[in-house]
């Protein structure tokens, strides 16, 4: 089963998507199986992290924005604005697919595991998802 | 297939799962497929990287070590340790699952590969991956 | 279906094997599935990334030369040359499988999309994916 997720983002930061991907695996039927999540773009990523305090996840960005600093003079790909090519490295350092099992009818995640879409840009947009599950 | 891998380690390092990951692929039976490796944790990753030289997998160590410092003044989630954070960052630096195709019912592996368990927390503890096996 | 890509490298940098696994994809008939590349070596990886204006890439490369440099005086490993261990972190902090959703008989790209071998060692070289692609 191929399936899709459509996510308004309002900016730079996490969020998360995991009972919009928990949905698709019920809706699929499949009780033992493999669930891939796929990003389509290049300046967000797809990311496992701690879904409780939200402090380590603000935490995380702040790290990455330190590391991928926007205006660096190394940058020759500016036309898309400053956000645009921090947005590429951080793509390139995380991931863009995810698979995880599924059993019982559910993604076997770990208790404090989420699944989130992070976007790097800072522009307001919608980002897609494909989502494959299968046996 | 399902089946689960449960790992205890001593504390920061790479831990080899390779022997562990391909019994289960022998036990499945499947001869040509797709084997998934998922870690259930947030502060632990899983790698391929060369099993040859362990100088290799020491320096990778180090450097990921200074890189992610402990005790940025950055870090706001300090209440689970020093090594807590640190352990975030780097697991979204690396990955959280592996797939690896099956071929002539053996992990189609290159000659220097082996899959580890990142671990980045200091302290001992049990950490579980699910895997899975499909055609 | 299980088949290779076997890719020759002029030295380091992006190399893109979009087409290739594509053509894959078409040759195993299948219509809705995954297709998985893995990448069977420890110092090159495996990445999507912007197809549109190269510059992007340029700069992602250039900025990954300056954070893992070469003699850093923190390696222990290098019998193999000053790009080798380098390579092993690049490989480490990127990915070594992609798995991508087969739709309509073809890869579930986004429009700027593109798959690519990144080579990190400098010299000449053959590297080898084995590409999955199941339902």
Chains 1, 2, 3 share one sequence.
Not at 40 to 56: G, R, V
Not at 90 to 97: D, Q
Request: glycine share 8%; proline share 4%; charged share 20%.
């Amino acid at each position: 089963m191929i399936g899709e997720i459509s996510v308004d983002v309002p900016g730079q930061g996490l969020h998360e998507i995991t009972a919009r991907v928990a949905e698709l695996v019920q809706r699929s039927g499949i009780r033992e199986g493999l669930c891939t999540v796929f990003l389509q773009h290049t300046s967000a990523s797809l990311l496992i992290q701690e879904n409780a305090d939200p402090a380590a996840r603000h935490d995380l960005e702040c790290w990455l924005n330190r590391l991928v600093a926007e205006n660096d003079p190394l940058y020759t790909h500016t036309q898309e604005g400053p956000d645009d090519m921090p947005s590429h490295i951080k793509a390139a350092l995380t991931a863009v697919s995810l698979a995880i099992p599924v059993r019982d009818g559910r993604l076997a995640l770990g208790t404090w595991q989420g699944i989130y879409l992070w976007e790097h840009r800072r522009q307001r947009g919608r980002r897609r998802c494909v989502v494959h599950i299968g046996t």
